[in-house]
């Protein structure tokens, strides 16, 4: 019986959990994310193609990979999207397909991605507030994503995520509304607290989630609890079971300790971590002819590189790339 295969790091972390950014491109511009006017996105041509991302996802997957997230950018921006996802959902050793989206444009394609394999979504949504949502993300499109959300919520993903950036002074007086639309819903809630990762010179400001934890469980008489996903997320659930919120909080509370994931970039660059620079190109050697075994040893030498944990608060100012280009 042959041992299944795990990819571990220097601090004995077991990577099994690639994101993968199809495209660096967004129809929005979030204030924690990209700059308005940004236009130092990755050539085209350097984008991996279907065929490379495939490979490259396949020697993933037997080298121990088995959560796959679809992110971007906005990853339906990418021309055939679901395409991917079907090619991707089928190969050996991925037990899990889940995509990252702003949903402005869900509506069109969340019935051809569940069928497809993607099994889950979570949808950023940062407010409920029109001229909110235009102040955060640069555009009028509140509309539009909750038209998506509904759609996903209609073509049976579930549980939805909802993701939101809690800002302080911005969107922070609307987390009750957030909470009662979830509990309406039947949502999953994540508040996440906003990370130093490139300056887009806008709004953007830390909110420490762990007081607003606090509130939310004497206010719901809420219990610790986990829930399905590879994610940092930590929860706390109803007693009932009926309603849960999820923290991510990497200035806070850290999760580097038990980290399980790499970012792939559209351009095949592998980030080993959000919060440093340590990084292997891929590209190269796909286009250079490599085999699968000198693909896997490649995979494996650059897991040796993951650091043990991010710098945040002691150099904000380190990390100068978008969140867009390797996806949250
Ligand atoms: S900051 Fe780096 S080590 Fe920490 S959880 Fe994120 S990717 Fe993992």
Not at 48 to 58: G, H, M, S, T, Y
Not at 95 to 104: G, I, K
Not at 127 to 141: A, F, H, K, N
Request: proline share 5%; charged share 30%; aromatic share 8%.
């Amino acid at each position: 019986m042959t041992t299944p295969a795990s990819l571990t790091d220097r601090y004995q972390r077991n990577i099994e959990y690639l994101r993968l950014s199809v495209t660096d491109r967004c129809d929005l511009r979030c204030a924690y994310c990209m700059p308005e006017g940004f236009k130092g996105y990755e050539e085209p041509d350097h984008w991996l193609n279907f065929d490379e991302i495939e490979r490259l996802v396949a020697a993933f997957a037997r080298l121990g990979v088995k959560r796959l997230r679809l992110t971007g950018g906005e990853p339906l921006l990418r021309k055939n999207l679901p395409e991917l996802a079907g090619r991707l959902s089928a190969l050996p050793g991925i037990e899990d397909l889940s995509l990252s989206t702003n949903a402005t444009q869900l509506a069109k394609y969340a019935e051809q991605l569940k069928r497809n394999g993607v099994s889950r979504i979570n949808v950023s949504l940062d407010s409920l507030r029109r001229d909110r949502i235009e102040q955060i993300t640069g555009r009028d499109c509140l509309d539009r994503i909750l038209a998506g959300i509904m759609a996903g919520k209609k073509a049976g993903f579930a549980p939805i995520k909802i993701n939101m950036v809690a800002l302080q002074g911005v969107n922070d007086d609307e987390i009750d509304t957030i909470v009662a639309f979830c509990l309406e819903h039947e949502f999953i809630l994540r508040f996440i607290e906003s990370m130093p990762i490139g300056s887009t010179g806008r709004e953007a400001q830390f909110l420490d989630l762990q007081p607003v934890k606090q509130r939310l469980q004497e206010r719901f008489g809420l219990v610790e609890g986990m829930l399905p996903g590879g994610g940092p997320a930590r929860y706390l659930k109803s007693v009932d079971g009926k309603f849960s919120v999820g923290f991510i909080t990497p200035i806070s509370q850290h999760f580097c300790e038990t980290c399980n994931r790499v970012r792939l970039a559209v351009d095949g660059t592998l980030y080993t971590c959000l919060g440093q620079e340590e990084k292997f190109e891929f590209r190269p050697l796909l286009r250079g002819g490599i085999t699968d075994s000198e693909l896997e040893d490649a995979i494996r030498e650059a897991i040796s590189l993951k650091p043990e944990r991010h710098e945040f608060r002691e150099e904000p100012c380190k990390i100068v790339r978008f969140m867009s280009s390797t996806g949250g």
